[in-house]
């Protein structure tokens, strides 16, 4: 019986949440709507598992839904480059959803845990279609219903501070020019080539071999749009009052995975699609996406040094970990875009964790968490302080942690590609990144305030020493990771290179 | 016993230790004497060990790969079984020395600073026996991040902004410097483990060495060189145990034997002869070890004076490795032993005469030494020590020091040895004289704190002793060094 779903999974895994989300939506119930959302996700992983066995045995699975064949239908694709992103997205939605039930608790009205979780697996669902797409008008969709999940959810976050209504609007606002930019880039797109699938789309467009100047608009709209919407500096500027302002449960789901599918689907639009105009490519990636994740490493990493806020340095952070993501994949061969999808993957575990463990102590301490409410807390809640020691460790790249692995992935690919600049600059932003993280720690455990340990709660630290956890393992053995970013390069670069 | 676990045994003791420490954190004695215990199985391991390199015994174990021809290793090497003697041994001493001070001096927080310590010696035996590059760097970084609560052990502003430099310059420079370096090694040749030879020739340009070097010497903080020397006067705001067993000892010594290490059996002596990329290195250390002798001589602050008698004394070890000669190497390698002996002496008497009479300044120090004989007898063993004068042990590896540069023909290296030679007798000396002018007016109170006397007593004559046994060690070094 289960075969016949099992057939569909791949349209299960974006359609499940999506369904389940309209069920609990109005429950008024404290604890059902959490507790049929992680039945869900379990199913979910489980799906994932399912869809893992297939690729690994076939390759490429094209899902075509209601049997209309592509071009004309909608169809999903799986091959090697997403699957390791599926995996990774479905398993850390569950983990950030067991922990999110106590925080959720306690920063919204428990009255509207059904509505938060309704959105919660919108979200979801929403993000793993960006993962799993091969249609850019799809795709657009998808974009809009995870923005308007998110920037709900974020809302939410007005029951602890009224701003959060600012940076959701914020988020509103900018998000939807993004979007805007993206789909008049798919209007151009179809209007030259009438079709929206991916794989048509690349044989449509080498009929403008030598390039035209329709598609290169097109193709510019759809990359700026693509920009905004994964906070690509200078246009991340709706990223940080989101992420600072939202409930902690919010912030962990978007930091980890949010702008890391759309960065997915970035990178495989560039080296899927675009690969056909090289000319256009390499102008974009060099003289466009290549300077400014330099300006994103650097600048990012100063603002952060400056924050009193936690959570907003947290957010800042993240601006300038985009932007190794980015660099990365600037580099135009096989160990840049590798080492993409290392840090992709090692970054969404670290800041994941690293939100996690802040927004614990934002509930603990009942207001913002800015380094002065810090103090003393490594005595105060030992098991968790030291959770985001590791985190922290990790961000900064040393060895023994994942954080490590994608510094040398990155520094090999430089170095290959002898961008001895770019080195120097990794190199030191990630030693300014020991100032913004120390800042935190001495607050913790050097400050003149002492406490007596005081009980923690189980339900929230499990979750965040299972991503310790596995920081660590990552950190040691570090093969799964490696494996499933080098399939992935291997699917986007043989592209390149034929 | 097997080789491997000898050396398992050797790494987590000082972590068992600082367990014990913690879980027995409400007896002060039963605490403090973990440190003691500790110390004294380390000190038989690695003894062991020292005699089994003496006996071409290899001592190694792998646990895993971390990744691409780098593994989770540990493997002993001669210069690594006589680093981890001197930790070990002056551990014991240090731990004793410990209890005197903390208890004389009333500091707080006893058993967070007893902790941090045995955690810091961990690291620091770690560091020696590494296998390769990057457990060295992993160990490293540990032993910074350990030591860190013990410069802000006070918590108030100063010594707090004394932590937040010592951290900055130290991690920032690994990270800038030190750990690209690794990174480059490590494309350049597939592999990061100490090999006798080194593992770089015919696989690293020699026209870039130069600057790997460079990239080393500022990225390894630890060792002081100028310009990336502030940290160590800064830390000195940390109780004096630190400064003795950390600051003179452990820490820089684990910085100046990274890059003998990396010299030794990653460069290779042979390969820096040929492309002579470190002879830019032994002008800096000549300019090292003269500025710092020279603010030295202006600091009246007995610890600060110390603090940049350190700094000079570990660039001569920065030079002994620059000049790469055999008998340069040789040097620079006993130096860890005679520099490290010598100065925890000072430190310890310096902490003596501040805990016994709360005196910091050299210029306040006049008509001591009637009072407190025995320290100043300590002091005046250890400065002789490190001023060369034999028959004290510090004579042998500035002997040999001068006699590598004149084996390199750098004639004016050793001329500048013997001027510093000469400022050492000013700057650390002139306590001692201070010390027996008989015009001291004021009463001053003394308090007991025979814990405190003893550990320099024994270091100071342990200096005198040695001496005569320099052979002993000597052998260890010269049968890897020599090419």
Redesign the interface.
């Known amino acids: 019986m289960f075969d016949i779903f099992l057939d569909d999974a791949p349209a299960l895994v974006v359609v499940l949440p999506l369904l389940i989300s309209a069920i609990i939506a109005f429950m008024p119930s404290k604890i059902w709507p959490w507790i049929i959302s992680i039945i869900t996700l379990l199913l979910h992983l489980f799906l994932s598992l399912h869809l893992l066995k297939e690729i690994s045995v076939s390759g490429l699975i094209i899902y075509e839904f209601g049997n209309w064949e592509p071009p004309w239908g909608i169809s999903f694709k799986i091959d090697g480059v997403n699957i390791g992103l599926q995996l990774l997205f479905s398993i850390f939605v569950l983990v950030s959803t067991l922990y999110s039930r106590k925080i959720f608790l306690n920063e919204i009205d428990y009255r509207d845990s059904g509505k938060a979780y309704s959105l919660w697996l919108l979200a979801v669902g929403s993000l793993n279609g960006i993962i799993l797409t091969n249609d850019i008008f799809n795709l657009f969709v998808f974009l809009e219903i995870s923005a308007l999940a998110s920037i709900s959810l974020i809302a939410l976050g007005a029951g602890q501070n009224r701003k959060a209504l600012l940076a959701a609007f914020n988020y509103l606002i900018i998000g939807a020019i993004g979007a805007t930019f993206y789909v008049i880039g798919v209007g151009f797109a179809y209007a030259m080539t009438g079709t929206l699938n991916m794989n048509d789309l690349v044989i449509q467009l080498t009929q403008y071999s030598d390039g035209q100047l329709a598609i290169f608009a097109g193709m510019s709209f759809m990359l700026i749009g693509l920009m905004v919407k994964a906070a690509i500096f200078p246009v991340h500027i709706w990223l940080p009052p989101a992420y600072s302002y939202a409930p902690s449960a919010v912030s962990t789901l978007l930091a980890a995975l949010a702008t890391k599918t759309i960065l997915y689907f970035f990178v495989r639009l560039l080296y899927e699609v675009f690969i056909i105009y090289p000319s256009y490519l390499s102008l974009f990636l060099d003289f466009v996406l290549y300077p400014l994740s330099l300006l994103a490493i650097f600048i990012g990493t100063v603002i952060a040094i400056y924050q009193d806020d936690i959570k907003k340095l947290l957010a800042f952070s993240s601006i300038a970990q985009i932007g190794y993501i980015t660099l990365a994949f600037s580099l135009k061969d096989h160990s840049g875009v590798a080492s993409g999808f290392v840090h992709i993957f090692n970054h969404a575990l670290i800041k994941g964790g690293l939100f996690m463990a802040v927004g614990y102590f934002a509930i603990l301490y009942k207001d913002r968490v800015t380094l002065n409410s810090l103090k003393g807390f490594g005595y105060k809640y030992p098991i968790t302080s030291f959770a985001l020691l590791i985190c922290g460790l990790s961000l900064?790249?040393?060895?023994?942690t994942n954080g490590f692995?994608s510094?040398?992935y990155l520094?090999?690919a430089l170095?290959t590609n002898q961008m001895y600049f770019s080195?120097?600059l990794v190199?030191?932003s990630?030693?300014l990144a020991?100032?913004y993280f120390?800042k935190i720690v001495?607050q913790m455990?050097?400050?003149?305030i002492k406490f007596k340990s005081e009980k923690e709660d189980a339900y929230i630290y499990l979750p965040i020493w299972i991503v310790t956890i596995s920081i660590i393992v990552f950190g040691?053995?570090?093969t799964p990771i490696i494996e499933f970013s080098n399939l992935s390069a291997d699917y986007l670069i043989s592209g390149y290179q034929n | 016993m097997s080789n491997s676990f000898l050396i398992i045994l050797g790494i987590i003791t000082p972590l068992f230790a600082a367990l014990f420490s913690y879980v027995c954190r409400y007896n002060n004695n039963l605490r403090d004497s973990f440190g003691i215990i500790g110390g004294l199985i380390t000190f038989v391991i690695s003894l062991k060990i020292f005699h089994g390199i003496q006996n071409n015994e290899v001592y190694q174990i792998t646990f895993f790969t971390l990744f691409d021809g780098v593994d989770f290793a540990f493997k002993v090497s001669a210069l690594g079984s006589i680093f981890s003697l001197v930790a070990s041994s002056l551990w014991i001493l240090a731990s004793i020395y410990t209890i005197g001070y903390m208890r004389g001096a009333g500091e707080k927080n006893q058993t967070r600073f007893v902790i941090f310590y045995s955690i810091a010696i961990h690291a620091a035996l770690a560091i020696a026996w590494s296998g390769n590059l990057l457990v060295l760097f992993i160990f490293y970084e540990i032993l910074t991040f350990s030591t860190f609560p013990l410069v802000g052990h006070k918590q108030n502003t100063e010594s707090q902004s004394a932590g937040r430099l010592y951290l900055s310059i130290l991690v920032g420079t690994s990270l800038i410097f030190f750990l690209p370096a690794i990174f480059w090694i490590w494309l350049k040749t597939g592999t990061l483990d100490f090999q006798d030879g080194g593992i770089l020739m015919n696989k690293f340009p020699a026209e870039y060495l130069s600057f790997l070097i460079a990239m080393l010497v500022f990225g390894i903080g630890k060792a002081a060189i100028m310009p990336i020397h502030r940290w160590l006067p800064a830390a000195m705001v940390a109780p004096t145990p630190v400064s003795a067993l950390l600051h003179a000892v452990a820490v820089v010594k684990a910085g100046v034997f990274s890059f003998l290490v990396v010299v030794v059996y990653i460069v290779g002596p042979d390969f820096l002869l040929q492309t002579k990329s470190s002879d830019w290195l032994v002008w800096l250390a000549c300019f090292t070890i003269m500025a710092s002798s020279i603010i030295a001589i202006t600091k009246d602050d007995l610890k600060a004076r110390l603090a940049y008698s350190t700094i000079s004394q570990l660039s001569y070890i920065i030079l002994g490795a620059a000049l790469a000669s055999s008998l340069a190497l040789k040097g620079a390698s006993f130096h860890i032993i005679t520099h490290a002996l010598g100065k925890i002496t000072l430190f310890f008497c310096a902490g003596a005469i501040y805990v016994t009479a709360h005196i910091k300044k050299v210029s306040d120090l006049k008509g001591m030494g009637y009072k407190l004989p025995l320290i100043f007898f300590a002091y005046t063993l250890g400065a002789l020590s490190i001023i060369g004068v034999p028959p004290f042990i510090g004579s042998w590896s500035k002997f040999y020091l001068i006699m590598g540069s004149i084996e390199r023909e750098f004639i004016i290296v050793a001329i500048i040895l013997g001027i510093s030679s000469l400022l050492n007798i000013y700057y650390l000396l002139q306590p001692v004289v201070i010390g027996f002018t008989q015009n001291s007016k004021k009463e001053i109170k003394l308090i007991k704190a025979p814990l405190t006397v003893w550990p320099p007593l024994i270091t100071g004559l342990g200096c005198l002793v040695f001496f005569f046994y320099a052979n002993y060690f000597l052998n260890n070094i010269s049968g890897v060094i020599v090419n």
């Not at chain 1, 900064?396 to 023994?400: A, H, M, S, W």
């Open positions: 900064i790249g040393l060895p023994l692995i510094k040398l520094f090999q170095y080195i120097a190199a030191v990630s030693a020991v100032v120390w001495e455990w050097f400050s003149e040691i053995y570090s």
